[in-house]
């Protein structure tokens, strides 16, 4: 079965920088999209970044775009966000997210949520 397993997260000042890792497992699909949400206590689950695997292709929240990046790995099965000059802001648990449905390709720069079937347990972010 698919596994989706995050680490990296900690607590940082404003303005440092944490590397998440995603280690995927249990499928063998080359080409699909990956993303990184979060959630803030009291809020909706948010979309932070994407990447179509097949093309490399990126996708990110107008919240982040030019702090964080979306990375890939395909030989380690692993998905990265690079996360610079965080902001209390950013605080939240963050999610790593698979879905396999050649769809969602079109309609990934959405990062909306309900779209992604696999998830990961989360790593906590918080920014003081």
């Known amino acids: 079965h698919v596994q989706l397993v995050e680490s990296g997260g900690g607590s940082v000042q404003a303005g440092g920088s944490l590397r998440l890792s995603c280690v995927a497992s249990?499928?063998?699909?080359?080409?699909?999209?990956m993303g990184w949400f979060r959630q803030a206590p009291g809020k909706e689950r948010e979309g932070v970044a994407g990447?179509?695997?097949?093309?490399?292709?990126?996708f990110y929240a107008d919240s982040v775009k030019g702090r964080f990046t979306i990375s890939q790995d395909n030989a380690k099965n692993t998905v990265y966000l690079q996360m610079n000059s965080l902001k209390p802001e950013d605080t939240g648990m963050y999610y790593c997210?698979?879905?396999?449905?050649?769809?969602?390709?079109?309609?990934?720069?959405?990062?909306?949520?309900?779209?992604?079937?696999?998830w990961g347990q989360g790593t906590q972010v918080t920014v003081s």
């Open positions: 997210a698979a879905v396999f449905s050649p769809s969602v390709r079109k309609r990934l720069w959405l990062l909306n949520p309900p779209d992604f079937d696999y």
């Open positions: 990447v179509y695997t097949g093309s490399g292709r990126t």
């Open positions: 249990g499928y063998t699909y080359s080409s699909h999209c």
